[in-house]
């Protein structure tokens, strides 16, 4: 077996630690809502990239290329400087969201080029200037643009014209669960010598000051080039270094002179390795070589065109002679990590296509962190430590007190999102799926605990505010990732399903009681994820004392009770006593299903025959509008689709006679099940909202280049809103929606995102899922035109393919050369040292494919590795 495979197994099998040390360090831990003790949650303002260097934070460490233990008691990362800048690297920097035209932003260049699932081996690389940072100049720049003009990036300084930068490459390899061998190399990409200091960093999370335990670890300089390490939770290491370099030591503890002007309670504090090496102030740090927090400063001179690499070990224990073996063991990590992917990527012949793939995948394996955050003791504060301010109790996420968490979850963006995203995370765990199932599943199970899970049945959204409404896609997940699982295992984790499921009963009772207004199966759930898609903000109050009947809402509770039902059923085969929860969702999905055609029996649904599309409906007083806005919104209710195979009803009797007796007795409710009555290929039977009319429309319009279908995707929001912007007029005030393909021209909804145009990987790949079950019931000979008006018939599935095609297309080089998630960069697009590192970004432009928003968000946007594979 290969070797990467049989350490994934000895986890489960054998309780090994192979994913005790991973890439868990977040990128950004200023500016989050965990370290926010303000009165009025400006969360942004409380502690600044400026501040960061000073600051012992209370729930979690951030680093460049970092690694910590799965609890983060020790932390590893790499620092740098090139004597010019003001201060040493440690952290990436970006703009807040105040300080953005288009929100928060890293304004740095960064990739992860390789990982494997136990994170036996890993392999990163930063772009460091050699001239100093720009920092002034990129927020004054970005301040001065307006939410109309493009983003001023790092590139668009001018610093990197002459390649005057260092392309650090950070490697890591594990020789053992607990023995990290590390590999630092500096390119010099310029044609002069140039100076760098390299500094790699080792430190302990500051659990002493907090009220719980006043235990505080140590470590000092030891014998034999070695940093010794002592904890007693996490046992007693070794970081060897090789070379001579000066080993440093402060605390990681607060400078309280420098942030507050009060007395530091160490003499040496946590930017004492900066200010030394930077401000040459030799009492920063202990001279007797002892602390929580160490650096080794190498002080390096590079040729033009050459590099250097440093190595360093971290090992549990100590090791006589330990860089002996360490570059035998790199070479047969790389090489097994090679091994892994092969197997995984023998059906892409495509070379480029596999180097995208291979870094899809390794970012969604760095964007793990670990995630640290008990909202009671946040709430109420620690002990021996200021109060937090009296507005709290009353404040963001008061009724989350029963929130603990600590663990490894997957991150949207390590940096413009370092903190989980509940539907987000649905759609990360599709490509983990693809590699290590075992975690995917972990994943949606976690967040079914009762420590995530409110006692009422809701799934936390995002510390921000816990409380905001994501699309109910964890069963949608939990389905999906259970196939994949089983078609690679050979065999069904059905004790997996069985749990999660029980928790989604809750979930969905709570959408049911909570989200659904009048209770006529019609939901509302507010913004739902989609920024910016309507055309007022759907998470606030709805002006006039309105509400609106959410044709998104609504159909993502269809979906929802048809991945019950299809969970329900699975179940029945070994417990029949399942087929009376299948018969509930079967009734409530026709509940929904007749509801958005008939909201309240009132002969109103939110299908427009005139138009032939869904829209949302707004009620004020008496009065309903139907907001006339071709977005997303309707063309979710392609997702609320399901074909149930014949011998899967012959092993479910009982549900096969209750629904037949349903259909039987509730004839208006039996002409909602789209061709039911009439079998599919292979006698297949098709749940679906739409009829045969209606999908065929939806179809047509979706998959008309002046409308939705892009050269890049589907749009999140119709192109015949360019030269047709709609507007409402509600007692004298106009509001209006018009079609913007990149970047947000409206604060409607958060400041970089958008749903008003561009392409998102979530909602294509959900439209191409369901446009496959659509074709696995219609067959080869249901033509549809794709694109519209071109005369060119097709399958639905082909339609699929042509939509995944487009997708690949952003990342793909085209026949020039060219990538269209680079945009227009020139030397991003041209030089050989940037046009073969990918950026997956957070949306993409509505007709050129430039990738926007969080340029890290390999999240969902590493669904491109599911697409990869599935095109071929």
């Not at 080794?296 to 590099?307: D, G, K, T, V």
């Not at 937090?388 to 490894?408: C, V």
């Not at 074909?643 to 009797?653: A, F, H, N, S, T």
């Not at 040292?833 to 969902?860: K, V």
């Amino acid at each position: 077996m290969i070797k990467e495979k049989q350490r994934i197994q000895s986890i489960k099998t054998n309780n090994s630690l192979w994913r005790k040390w991973g890439p868990y360090l977040t990128e950004r831990q200023w500016g989050t809502v965990r370290e926010d003790y303000s009165p009025n949650g400006t969360a942004w303002e409380y502690i600044s990239h400026d501040d960061a260097r000073s600051k012992a934070y209370r729930w979690g460490e951030e680093g460049i290329a970092g690694i910590s233990d799965d609890q983060q008691l020790l932390c590893f990362s790499v620092a740098l400087w090139n004597k010019k800048d003001p201060i040493i690297k440690e952290r990436y920097f970006g703009l807040t969201g105040n300080q953005g035209n288009h929100g928060e932003d890293v304004k740095e260049y960064y990739y992860y080029l390789d990982n494997t699932p136990t994170h036996s081996y890993m392999k990163m690389l930063y772009k460091y200037p050699q001239d100093a940072f720009p920092y002034s100049k990129l927020i004054e720049e970005n301040n001065r643009r307006t939410k109309a003009d493009s983003e001023f990036e790092l590139i668009d300084t001018g610093i990197f014209d002459e390649d005057k930068y260092f392309d650090v490459f950070v490697e890591y390899a594990k020789k053992s669960e607990e023995d990290i061998l590390i590999k630092i190399t500096a390119h010099n990409r310029g044609n002069e010598k140039a100076e760098l200091h390299i500094i790699p960093q080792i430190w302990f999370r500051n659990t002493w000051r907090w009220g719980k335990s006043n235990y505080k670890p140590e470590m000092f300089l030891a014998e034999n080039n070695s940093i010794r390490i002592i904890h007693k939770r996490l046992g007693d290491y070794n970081l060897y270094y090789e070379s001579e370099p000066e080993v440093l030591f402060c605390e990681n503890e607060t400078n309280n002179k420098r942030l507050y002007n009060a007395d530091n309670l160490s003499v040496y504090v946590k930017d004492g390795i900066n200010d030394y090496i930077v401000q040459k102030n030799k009492l920063a740090v202990n001279p007797l070589k002892t602390g929580t927090k160490a650096a080794c400063n190498y002080e390096l001179q590079i040729e033009a065109h050459s590099f250097k690499s440093i190595r360093l070990r971290l090992i549990k224990g100590s090791f006589q002679n330990p860089f002996a073996d360490f570059d035998k063991i790199f070479s047969k990590r790389k090489k097994e990590a090679d091994e892994f992917y092969a197997e995984v990527q023998k059906d892409i012949l495509s070379e480029d296509a596999k180097n995208i793939q291979r870094q899809a995948f390794a970012g969604m394996l760095w964007n793990k962190q670990f995630y640290y955050y008990d909202v009671e003791e946040w709430i109420n504060g620690d002990k021996g430590q200021p109060k937090p301010p009296k507005e709290r109790e009353q404040g963001r996420n008061k009724d989350w007190k029963h929130l603990n968490n600590a663990d490894i979850i997957s991150m949207p963006d390590k940096w413009e999102f370092p903190w989980y995203a509940t539907w987000d995370l649905a759609f990360h765990c599709i490509p983990f799926a693809m590699i290590e199932p075992e975690f995917a599943k972990e994943q949606l199970l976690l967040f079914t605990r009762e420590w995530y899970m409110h006692p009422n049945g809701q799934l936390p959204a995002y510390e921000w505010n816990f409380s905001d409404v994501n699309p109910p896609v964890h069963a949608w997940a939990t389905w999906r990732v259970y196939k994949i699982d089983k078609k690679l295992q050979g065999k069904a984790d059905t004790d997996f399903l069985e749990r999660v499921f029980h928790k989604l009963l809750l979930n969905f009772t709570w959408w049911v009681n909570k989200k659904d207004h009048d209770g006529h199966n019609i939901f509302q759930g507010g913004f739902l994820g989609l920024d910016n898609i309507g055309v007022f903000d759907r998470s606030s109050v709805i002006p006039y004392g309105g509400h609106l009947d959410q044709a998104d809402g609504t159909s993502w509770m269809a979906m929802f009770s048809l991945n019950m039902l299809r969970i329900s059923l699975e179940l029945s085969k070994t417990k029949p006593i399942y087929q009376d929860l299948a018969t509930k969702f079967f009734e409530h999905f026709l509940y929904i299903a007749h509801s958005i055609t008939n909201m309240g029996c009132k002969g109103i649904g939110l299908w427009d025959d005139e138009d032939e599309f869904y829209y949302d409906a707004l009620h004020i007083d008496e009065r309903i509008f139907r907001l006339k806005i071709r977005s997303m919104v309707g063309l979710i209710p392609l997702f609320a689709v399901e074909v149930l195979e014949p011998d899967l009803m012959e092993q479910v009797p009982e549900f096969e006679i209750r629904l037949n007796w349903f259909l039987k007795n509730k004839p208006e409710m039996a002409k909602l099940v789209s061709r039911w009555n009439e079998k599919g290929v292979g006698e297949r039977r098709l749940l679906s909202l739409l009829r045969g009319h209606r999908m065929k429309k939806l179809f047509k319009r979706m998959l008309d280049e002046t409308e939705f279908l892009s050269d890049y995707g589907i749009r999140a929001l119709s192109k015949y809103h360019e030269k047709n912007p709609y507007q409402l007029k509600i007692d004298n005030k106009l509001f209006e929606v018009s079609y913007s393909p990149a970047e947000s021209d409206n604060g409607l909804f958060g400041g970089n995102s958008n749903w008003r145009g561009p392409i998102w990987f979530p909602m294509n790949f959900l439209i191409i899922e369901s446009m496959y079950r659509f074709h696995h019931y219609y067959g080869d000979d249901f033509k549809i035109e794709c694109p519209t008006n071109s005369g060119n018939f097709v399958t639905i599935k082909e339609a699929a393919d042509e939509i995944a095609k487009r997708l690949s297309k952003i990342f793909l080089k085209d026949e020039n050369g060219r990538r269209p998630v680079f945009g227009y960069n020139s030397k991003i697009q041209n030089d050989s040292n940037f046009n073969n590192y990918i950026l997956f970004h957070e949306y993409f432009h509505g007709d050129n494919g430039r990738g926007i928003g969080a340029s890290h968000q390999t999240g969902w946007t590493g669904l491109i590795a599911k697409i990869l594979q599935q095109k071929n």
